[in-house]
């Protein structure tokens, strides 16, 4: 059973940081995923068949490989998975996994987790104070919030206006950017924020979400 009261310790904190809090948590999750499989499943051979079987992690993930300290764990998963390419490059056919990357498998779930506790926090006990630092946060980036929708039919109105607002804020700083980079106008840019010269990061970052 899902202990809510995480949920909402990480959800807080997550809000309390820049950038989309679902990416945050996910990012923090699958760090904290990689480690313990690394530490504890590398023996496990139900979990070296299904790992090997899925062709690894995907190469987003395989890149986090890189900052882990266990070159054994890392050797040992490799090897297996080498095998099997070196296998599919002498019978001259492609390799094709059975299975999905173990770090997007535990990804999605979370996603659902959390947007499920969001959802069904609101009018609950602690309903308002979730609210308050969500809305305090940047909330969720575009694939998030997709995310979201499609998961739930009901969703409380306050995060569809809160991120309907921050999207079409989004959208006048991206066009006032665009448009003020025009020739002859850069006393007008000049005038802008660091942060609205900045806008096509921000939009660019919303727009992938990433963990």
């Known amino acids: 059973m899902v202990d809510r009261h995480i949920n909402f310790i990480e959800l807080e904190k997550a809000c309390a940081k820049p950038g989309c809090p ?10 904290r995923y990689i480690d313990g499989m690394l530490f504890e499943h590398v023996s496990d051979r139900v979990f070296r068949k299904e790992f090997r079987e899925a062709g690894g992690f995907c190469s987003v993930h395989s890149q986090k490989l890189d900052s882990f300290r ?16 070196i296998a599919a490059f002498n019978r001259r056919k492609p390799w094709k996994p059975k299975g999905a990357c173990p770090v997007c498998v535990e990804r999605e779930r979370i996603e659902k987790e959390y947007l499920t506790f969001l959802v069904q926090a609101d009018g609950g006990e602690n309903g308002n104070a979730v609210r308050d630092f969500f809305t305090a946060s940047e909330g969720f980036c575009v694939p998030h919030y997709a995310k979201l929708l499609e998961i739930s039919k009901f969703i409380p109105k ?49 727009l992938r979400g990433g963990d």
């Open 22 to 31: 679902l990416c945050t948590i996910i990012s923090e999750r699958a760090e």
């Open 158 to 206: 306050w995060i569809v206006i809160f991120h309907e607002s921050k999207f079409e804020e989004l959208m006048r700083k991206t066009s006032q950017f665009i448009e003020l980079s025009a020739y002859g106008r850069g006393t007008e840019f000049a005038a802008l924020s660091e942060k609205d010269k900045l806008v096509w990061k921000e939009i660019a970052r919303n």
């Open 70 to 85: 266990d070159g054994l764990a890392v050797a040992i998963l490799s090897r297996d998975i080498l095998e099997d390419r």
